[in-house]
């Protein structure tokens, strides 16, 4: 088959831009125009990302792939359109609004060094929603929000993005001749490439500051901002770094499979819900996923759900764990069948556990909550009658052991097997330790 290639002489159609006469914005796209025939880029492989602003019409006008968002998110999708196919050529039109309000985006976009070509559109104002201030409104700027002059600095995002490792970037203005030159370079670069390109606009900042082409340089010089080429960095570009890192782990599982095979039996024969009760940082969770693990390596289905809050090391800590012969489909426990009671923080957060139980349910308590009053069948563990020094600090392991002795739900070896597989050193001896010391805990009944 013959394959024929054709030379596009422009990227526009016939289409006459909207803008308001004397705007920058047409300036720019004409550039951008340019730009692409020197680059001779496919249509098909070229996407112009863009969002809400009058730069955001811009799209329409090129016979490229387009796609168009909401204020601010340009660059996000842009990025996650880079990641899927590294080898596009992705230019991002971006107002200096947009800018600001996506400025989480374009710091992120500029740290990882993505390769996308950023191309702001800055006049220093909300051109489309009536001239309010933006991030860029140099100081004494008047807008419809600033009547009296802008209080604030404008944001140099040259600096910003420079000093979060963008590869490539330059400021000037809409009306540089070399702008197209730039913008070939820029997109050559292969690397996150941003243009500061200041313009005007005719509809709100030019007349509420009798502001003019020429001032677009004063104001830059009284501001302090550099022109010209701001910062180039050679950096690996991150779609493609990405995209290589993932070829190497192609075909692999993200995590190494560990299976847990069943060693020991089980003679449960229905669905059992315990739930343990204790302080953060009391180990509350990792014992209840060595009695998670343990019921599986003994043949049976098993659930944990955990509860804590934000502060992590503070308050309560509770894990909900479930063991069933057959396949658990609803994890809530609206009643459980046994109770452990480790701290003062878990009983307050057990209490609707414990409003619930009946006198068929467990509840496993230490001394100091050996008078609650409860129709559950109730045994206090006393570690320290049974001479058991630090036992507090040990409590979750020490009680969920002792329980599941009495409760013979599985063997107490399937928890011997679990803290092996997933314990190492030090941590898995002292805890094997604590599981053979369960054995001789003091018991009453209340």
């Known amino acids: 088959m ?17 803008f308001c006469p004397g705007c920058g914005h047409g300036l720019i796209l004409n550039a951008l125009n340019h730009a692409l025939i020197k680059l001779a880029v496919d249509p098909k492989r070229t996407v112009l990302v863009t969002d809400i602003g009058c730069h955001g019409l811009s799209d329409q006008y090129f016979v490229t792939h387009a796609f168009h968002g909401l204020h601010g998110r340009s660059i996000a999708y842009a990025t996650g359109i880079k990641l899927v196919d590294p080898d596009l050529n992705v230019i991002v039109l971006i107002g200096d609004g947009g800018a600001g309000i996506g400025g989480a985006h374009l710091l992120n976009a500029a740290r990882r ?25 140099p100081t004494g700027g008047v807008t419809a929000t600033t009547r009296f002059g802008n209080l604030e600095r404008p944001l140099d995002i040259c600096a910003t993005v420079a000093v979060n490792g963008a590869g490539f970037v330059w400021r000037g203005t809409a009306y540089d001749k070399d702008l197209a ?38 104001t830059r010089e009284a501001l302090g901002m550099a022109a010209g080429m701001i910062s180039r960095a050679e950096r690996p570009e991150y779609a493609h770094a990405l995209r290589d890192a993932g070829a190497i782990q192609a075909g692999q599982p993200a995590l190494r499979p560990d299976p847990l ?11 059992f819900r315990l739930v343990i009760a204790g302080s953060a940082g009391g180990k509350v969770r990792s014992t209840a996923k060595i009695a998670g693990e343990a019921a599986v390596l003994s043949g049976l289905w098993a659930t944990q759900e955990d509860s804590y809050p934000v502060t992590v090391k503070t308050g309560h800590s509770l894990s909900e764990l479930i ?35 009946s006198a068929e349910s467990w509840l496993f308590v230490t001394p100091e909550f050996a008078d609650l009053e409860t129709p559950a069948r109730k045994l206090v563990f006393d570690f320290e009658a049974a001479g058991m020094r630090g036992a507090r600090k040990q409590a979750a392991l020490l009680m969920l052991s002792a329980a599941l002795r009495r409760l013979r739900l599985f063997p107490i070896e399937a928890c011997e097997e679990a ?4 314990q190492r050193g030090a941590i898995a001896e002292e805890n094997l330790a604590l599981l053979a010391q369960s054995a001789g805990v003091y018991v009453t009944c209340a």
């Not at 002489?9 to 909207?18: A, I, L, Q, S, V």
């Not at 803290?419 to 997933?422: A, E, K, L, P, Q």
Request: aromatic share 10%.
């Open 2 to 18: 013959t394959q024929t290639t054709i030379t596009l002489t422009t990227y526009r159609n016939e289409r006459e831009y909207p």
């Open 113 to 137: 060094n993505i390769g996308l070509t950023v191309l702001v559109f800055d006049n220093f104002n909300f051109g489309m929603t009536g001239g309010e201030h933006s991030v860029t409104t």
């Open 261 to 271: 095979i069943p060693i020991f039996a089980s003679t449960l024969d229905r669905e």
């Open 419 to 422: 803290i092996r597989r997933g």
């Open 323 to 357: 063991f069933s012969p057959q396949e658990i489909l609803y994890t809530g426990i609206p009643r459980p069948d046994a109770l452990v009671l480790v701290s003062e923080e878990g009983r307050r957060a057990a209490a609707r556990y414990l409003a619930a139980m």
């Open 181 to 218: 030159d730039v913008i070939v370079e820029a997109v050559q670069s292969q690397s996150f490439a941003l243009l500061d390109i200041w313009e005007l606009c005719t509809a709100y900042y030019v007349p509420n500051n009798k502001f003019s082409r020429n001032m677009l340089t004063t």
